[in-house]
């Protein structure tokens, strides 16, 4: 539900900034794991982007969540877990 949700945000962000700006800010964001069904986890790529999207892009996230789910919906961010380690892009090959 929140990928579907996420999703929603994409194309918003993107009709609503300039491309470098999505590009620089939004794009990069993951979902992440969340154990609420009224939260959204994102994971930031850096402490930077994180910092921004917070200050700059949460509200607006919560106002199309408000709309979409017709209650509120809370954003949690934070970054990779490094204990995860990096994870593939794509489809693995096989060795």
Known sequence: MM???WAVC?????????AQQFQTWIKGLRIGQSNDASSLALVAPNRFVLQWVR????????AIGLEYFSQPVSVRLSLPDPAAGP??????CPA
Do not use: A, D, H, M
Not at 10 to 18: A, D, G, N, T
Not at 55 to 62: D, K, W
Not at 87 to 92: D, I, L, T, Y
């Open 55 to 62: 200050e700059r892009y949460v509200s607006r996230i919560e």
């Open 10 to 18: 994409l194309s918003r962000f993107e009709q609503e900034l300039p």
């Open 3 to 5: 990928q579907q949700f």
């Open 87 to 92: 994870r593939p892009e794509g489809p693995r």
